[in-house]
């Protein structure tokens, strides 16, 4: 028991008291930083002592000092560090144990085979103890092969304890998922790997064969095609997409409105099918339909059996055909009878002349040229004017099934709107009630039209206002493929104009006219300006023309 010197009392619990005079209570630092380093503190030199001076020891005894005090207090330490640890994923890392085996599966109600042997390989990977079990694909095995297990951990027994590669060995039967599984042999890597580790292997085994497959084996018939310059394969790789093509002239003269119409004739060399085209024109009133005759292999003999029987309803089979048309039978200059209709061949193309150069060369080729005109150009026949509207108006009738208005010179009319050449007329008759009529003649210089207005007259009994609507007149004598109009150089003085059956006389015109028409002197005759010059007083139409003009627009 030790004792309490500060107090003579024994050192137990209730015997011990607090120094109440002691104020420091911290422990005294040993270590000390300089420049960033950890160094021991040297301790404090008192009053009366030596201090150590930092000559009498050399660095190295220093240095050695600081390492010894460890092992001078505690001793020496005898433990190791530990190695570095790998983990698992990293140390087997693509590390795969390879084994070879089989299993055998019953066969029930079969009298062939009663069982199979199915071979398997097992894959150990070593980096996370998992198996995976594949069976190699066999050919027309008819069995859905591949990966039987897929990977994972699998068990061993009913408790849970998993498999791993120490339990794996050569010559050993596993049991995954009901199904017992033999062991036969494994690969060079695998056999160096358990023999690295410890283990011995078995004596390598061999995977019995299935009786089945050797039985099938040895029964199996080998056929080896005859080579033929005919087969179908051979044909369809040597001539896919090789056509000879012929411009032909289908005579069609025989059958009523018949005429003689353009096709061209395709012949494909793979399986000696013809097709016809027929050429079709713009507005030659026939429907387009693609093809006149659509692919297909046409006979050329047919045998007698058959050709009693009628041939509207005769479906001709292959074995019913004695020949069908080859290339020899299309001869360019000649004609070719096609399902009962006759076809000239007048030219070819450059890929069908060089083949029957290469293949054919005693068959001639003569092209020659024809007329592929389907309909001779007719003549369009105007109808004679019928009286009805304008000439042009009525022509538009004639030019197409929906009439569209006549075009106009929009030129001129920007160019010439609101010129109106105004002329004073009477009216050319034999009925003495007509003698006093008087009319305004406006010819429109923009469209060439001509309005009449006739002046009221009191008391004549003849209500005046709009003889003739504007419209183009056109002279006496002139036709309807050649119309000629009135134009104000037929316009002068004293001249006749005949309009729809009245006769009006010029007697006068306007200052304006005057003025026009000599600004326009090298398209009016001399003698419609004198007429015009030497007109009596052409100031007093003036009244009667603006009058005349006034009512007109009103």
Same mark, same amino acid.
């Given at each position: 028991?030790?004792?309490?010197?500060?107090?003579?009392?024994?050192?137990?619990?209730?015997?011990?008291?607090?120094?109440?005079?002691?104020?420091?209570? +911290?422990?005294?630092?040993?270590?000390?930083?300089?420049?960033?380093?950890?160094?021991?503190?040297?301790?404090?030199?008192?009053?009366?002592?030596?201090?150590?001076?930092?000559?009498?020891?050399?660095?190295?005894?220093?240095?050695?000092?600081?390492?010894?005090?460890?092992?001078?207090?505690?001793?020496?330490?005898?433990?190791?560090?530990?190695?570095?640890?790998?983990?698992?994923?990293?140390?087997?890392?693509?590390?795969?144990?390879?084994?070879?085996?089989? $299993?055998?599966?019953?066969?029930?109600?079969?009298?062939?085979?009663? $069982?199979?042997?199915?071979?398997?390989?097992?894959?150990?990977?070593?980096?996370?103890?998992?198996?995976?079990?594949?069976?190699?694909?066999?050919?027309?095995?008819?069995?859905?092969? =591949?990966?039987?297990?897929?990977?994972?951990?699998?068990?061993?027994?009913?408790? =849970?304890?998993?498999?791993?590669?120490? #339990?794996?060995?050569?010559?050993?039967?596993?049991?995954?998922?009901?199904?017992?599984?033999?062991?036969?042999?494994?690969?060079?890597?695998?056999?160096?790997?358990?023999?690295?580790?410890?283990?011995?292997?078995?004596?390598?085994?061999?995977?019995?064969?299935?009786?089945?497959?050797?039985?099938?084996?040895?029964?199996?018939?080998?056929?080896?095609?005859?080579?033929?310059?005919? +087969?179908?394969?051979?044909?369809?790789?040597?001539?896919?997409?090789?056509?000879?093509?012929?411009?032909?002239?289908?005579?069609?003269? #025989?059958?009523?409105?018949?005429?003689?119409?353009?096709?061209?004739?395709?012949?494909?060399?793979?399986?000696?099918?013809?097709?016809?085209?027929?050429?079709?024109?713009?507005?030659?009133?026939?429907?387009?339909?693609?093809?006149?005759?659509?692919?297909?292999?046409?006979?050329?003999?047919?045998?007698?059996?058959?050709?009693?029987?009628?041939?509207?309803?005769?479906?001709?089979?292959?074995?019913?055909?004695?020949?069908?048309?080859?290339?020899?039978?299309?001869?360019?200059?000649?004609?070719?009878?096609?399902?009962?209709?006759?076809?000239?061949?007048?030219?070819?193309?450059?890929?069908?002349?060089?083949?029957?150069?290469?293949?054919?060369?005693?068959?001639?080729?003569?092209?020659?040229?024809?007329?592929?005109?389907?309909?001779?150009?007719?003549?369009?026949?105007?109808?004679?004017?019928?009286?009805?509207?304008?000439?042009?108006?009525?022509?538009?009738?004639?030019?197409?099934?929906?009439?569209?208005?006549?075009?106009?010179?929009?030129?001129?009319?920007?160019?010439?709107?609101?010129?109106?050449?105004?002329?004073?007329?009477?009216? #050319?008759?034999?009925?003495?009630?007509?003698?006093?009529?008087?009319?305004?003649?406006?010819?429109?210089?923009?469209?060439?039209?001509?309005?009449?207005?006739?002046?009221?007259?009191?008391?004549?009994?003849?209500?005046?206002?709009?003889?003739?609507?504007?419209?183009?007149?056109?002279?006496?004598?002139?036709?309807?493929?050649?119309?000629?109009?009135?134009?104000?150089?037929?316009?002068?003085?004293?001249?006749?104009?005949?309009?729809?059956?009245?006769?009006?006389?010029?007697?006068?015109?306007?200052?304006?006219?005057?003025?026009?028409?000599?600004?326009?002197? +090298?398209?009016?005759?001399?003698?419609?300006?004198?007429?015009?010059?030497?007109?009596?007083?052409?100031?007093?139409?003036?009244?009667?023309?603006?009058?005349?003009?006034?009512?007109?627009?009103?």
């Amino acid at each position: 028991m030790s004792i309490n010197t500060g107090h003579g009392l024994p050192f137990l619990p209730g015997n011990t008291f607090r120094d109440l005079t002691k104020s420091a209570f +911290h422990r005294a630092q040993t270590l000390d930083f300089k420049n960033g380093y950890a160094q021991p503190r040297r301790p404090a030199v008192g009053i009366g002592q030596e201090p150590l001076l930092s000559v009498n020891i050399s660095h190295s005894e220093r240095n050695q000092l600081i390492t010894d005090i460890p092992n001078l207090t505690y001793g020496t330490d005898r433990s190791h560090l530990p190695l570095e640890f790998i983990p698992a994923h990293a140390a087997y890392d693509k590390k795969v144990l390879r084994f070879y085996g089989y $299993f055998r599966q019953e066969v029930l109600h079969s009298r062939d085979e009663h $069982f199979r042997i199915r071979p398997v390989v097992f894959y150990y990977h070593l980096e996370d103890d998992s198996i995976c079990v594949t069976e190699p694909p066999v050919e027309n095995s008819g069995i859905p092969q =591949g990966k039987l297990i897929k990977r994972q951990r699998l068990s061993k027994s009913p408790r =849970g304890d998993l498999y791993h590669w120490k #339990d794996l060995n050569v010559g050993m039967d596993i049991n995954l998922f009901g199904e017992a599984y033999r062991i036969t042999h494994c690969d060079p890597f695998t056999q160096d790997f358990m023999e690295s580790q410890g283990i011995v292997l078995n004596e390598f085994e061999s995977i019995p064969s299935d009786p089945y497959t050797t039985r099938r084996a040895h029964n199996q018939q080998t056929h080896i095609t005859p080579f033929d310059h005919n +087969h179908q394969l051979e044909r369809f790789l040597a001539l896919d997409r090789q056509v000879l093509r012929f411009f032909a002239l289908w005579d069609d003269s #025989d059958s009523l409105y018949g005429e003689k119409r353009p096709v061209t004739l395709h012949y494909y060399l793979v399986d000696d099918s013809v097709e016809i085209c027929e050429h079709h024109e713009a507005n030659s009133g026939r429907d387009p339909f693609p093809v006149l005759l659509r692919r297909q292999k046409i006979p050329k003999h047919i045998k007698p059996t058959c050709e009693p029987f009628p041939s509207c309803v005769l479906e001709v089979s292959p074995h019913d055909v004695k020949e069908f048309f080859c290339p020899q039978d299309f001869r360019v200059g000649e004609e070719v009878n096609l399902m009962g209709r006759r076809f000239l061949l007048y030219d070819c193309d450059d890929f069908t002349h060089k083949y029957y150069q290469h293949h054919y060369p005693d068959i001639p080729i003569r092209p020659f040229t024809v007329d592929t005109r389907t309909q001779q150009d007719i003549k369009r026949v105007i109808p004679p004017y019928n009286g009805f509207g304008s000439l042009e108006d009525s022509l538009q009738n004639c030019l197409s099934l929906i009439p569209q208005p006549p075009k106009k010179d929009v030129i001129k009319l920007l160019e010439n709107d609101h010129k109106v050449l105004r002329y004073a007329a009477r009216l #050319d008759s034999q009925n003495p009630l007509d003698e006093g009529r008087r009319f305004i003649l406006s010819f429109h210089f923009a469209d060439d039209m001509i309005s009449i207005f006739e002046k009221s007259t009191r008391n004549s009994g003849i209500i005046g206002g709009k003889f003739l609507e504007k419209t183009r007149i056109p002279k006496p004598g002139s036709t309807a493929e050649k119309p000629e109009y009135y134009q104000p150089a037929d316009l002068c003085v004293g001249a006749t104009v005949e309009v729809f059956g009245h006769r009006f006389v010029v007697t006068d015109a306007d200052r304006f006219v005057l003025s026009f028409l000599e600004s326009q002197s +090298h398209q009016t005759p001399e003698h419609t300006l004198s007429s015009l010059r030497h007109a009596a007083d052409p100031q007093q139409l003036h009244p009667e023309c603006d009058e005349a003009a006034v009512l007109q627009q009103n």
